[in-house]
T-cell receptor, first 110, second 111 residues
């Protein structure tokens, strides 16, 4: 079993829809949780960063962490075609090794 | 700052040849990471350095892979000899505090 599980999709939604992306994990030592966005033929870029459980909001993006369920989510409100990309969850414990999910390919249709 | 700079951006080589990928991290960043990305396995950490010292190379797949960081502004990832299964995108990344910044990747094809 992988340490981090993420549905690779692809996920296709109409413009303006609310998008929900999710990851589950098995390592209870993880305490730093991130979402990266990767456009085609580019490197991943940090989108959201959360420490421990709770919610964090940044504009149209909300990250949620539920450590009791070992489950994290990223919500995108009022989705735009420019949000079309692959979204990767990532997490780590006290060590510096960041473990990534497989990535979910998202397409927002105008 | 120009960001993490990787070269070459694209490389096509024949099986058995030596491949050297290069990385210039962002100035002042104390951690440097090498990742490999494939459709099948996603993004995998190969090795990382802290202040130029290799800390964890447990992700390096085989002895054919080696990485060095001779100074704070330069690192190399070498594959010798290369094999078709090494075809992937290789990313270098550097870290400041808790934010990792990725380069645009080196797209390697071994035929």
């Amino acid at each position: 079993q992988k340490e981090v599980e993420q549905d690779p999709g692809p996920l296709s939604v109409p413009e303006g829809a609310i998008v929900s992306l999710n990851c589950t994990y098995s390592n209870s030592a993880f305490q730093y949780f991130m979402w990266y966005r990767q456009y085609s033929r580019k490197g991943p870029e940090l989108l959201m960063y959360t420490y421990s459980s709770g919610n964090k909001e940044d504009g149209r993006f909300t990250a949620q962490v539920d450590k009791s369920s070992k489950y994290i989510s990223l919500f995108i409100r009022d989705s735009q075609p420019s949000d079309s990309a692959t979204y990767l969850c990532a997490m780590r414990g006290g060590a510096q090794k960041l473990v990534f999910g497989q990535g979910t390919r998202l397409t927002i249709n105008p | 700052d120009a960001g993490v700079i990787q070269s070459p951006r694209h490389e096509v080589t024949e099986m058995g040849q030596e491949v050297t990928l290069r990385c210039k991290p962002i100035s002042g960043h104390d951690y440097l990471f090498w990742y490999r990305q494939t459709m099948m396995r996603g993004l995998e950490l190969l090795i990382y350095f802290n202040n130029n010292v290799p800390i964890d190379d447990s992700g390096m797949p085989e002895d054919r892979f080696s990485a060095k960081m001779p100074n704070a502004s330069f690192s190399t990832l070498k594959i010798q000899p290369s094999e078709p299964r090494d075809s992937a995108v290789y990313f270098c990344a550097s870290r400041f505090w808790d934010t990792i910044y990725f380069g645009e990747g080196s797209w390697l094809t071994v035929v």
